[in-house]
């Protein structure tokens, strides 16, 4: 039987919140795990763009961006006060993210100056913690903060973060979200 093709990348945050709504949907894929400096390359003729999630539905259709296939798998309205979280989630959280684990990757970044940044919106969260789709769209790239010096992350008094974010990662739905999959190889 023919699946809907979604390629992705198991660490990446974007492709998580993708594959997290697929779970918790029931909605089959064909899984083909992508690794990003080998990219197939019918994932770049469909995508060109060459980010991952992107979803190919059995139609043709090519769904490339994570929050679109949230919305397609797991039928979901964002509402103004959820559209309001994601863009400071995938804006300023990621940016400060991104500076906090890879100074070197940037210039005059000190992390720990982003760090300080990125708390901002954990504390925002930890007086409004996010459930649903919401959860699952942000849940990933926190995982990743706290990750990158957990002791430090487990350390802070955000207890509804600690909780939330606990809760998440000892689902299982997202222990089936992190299946390790063989590189898919184009035949
Ligand atoms: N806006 C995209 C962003 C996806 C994205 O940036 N994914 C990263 C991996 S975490 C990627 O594919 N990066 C490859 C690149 O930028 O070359 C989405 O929400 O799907």
Not at 65 to 83: A, F
Not at 151 to 162: I, Y
Request: glycine share 2%; aromatic share 12%; with cysteine.
């Amino acid at each position: 039987m023919k699946l809907p093709i979604l390629y992705s990348f198991r660490r990446c945050p974007y492709a998580m919140r993708a594959r997290m709504s697929i779970i918790r949907s029931g909605f089959e894929v064909e899984h083909r795990e992508v690794i990003l400096r080998d990219r197939p390359d019918h994932m770049m003729e469909i995508s060109p763009k060459g980010t991952v999630p992107v979803l190919q539905l059995t139609d043709g259709r090519v769904i490339e961006e994570s929050l679109e296939i949230m919305e397609y798998v797991r039928p979901w309205k964002l509402t103004s006060e959820e559209r309001k979280w994601i863009n400071r989630n995938d804006n300023e959280f990621k940016f400060h993210l991104d500076r906090y684990k890879y100074p070197n990757r940037y210039e005059n970044a000190d992390h720990i100056l982003h760090r300080e940044m990125a708390c901002k919106f954990l504390s925002d969260i930890d007086s409004d913690i996010p459930s649903g789709n919401l959860s699952d769209a942000i849940f990933p790239f926190v995982r990743q903060f706290a990750n990158h010096d957990r002791t430090w992350f487990d350390s802070q008094n955000w207890n509804n973060v600690h909780q939330w974010l606990d809760a998440n990662l000892s689902s299982v739905e997202f222990k089936e979200c992190m299946t390790k999959y063989p590189q898919w190889i184009q035949e």
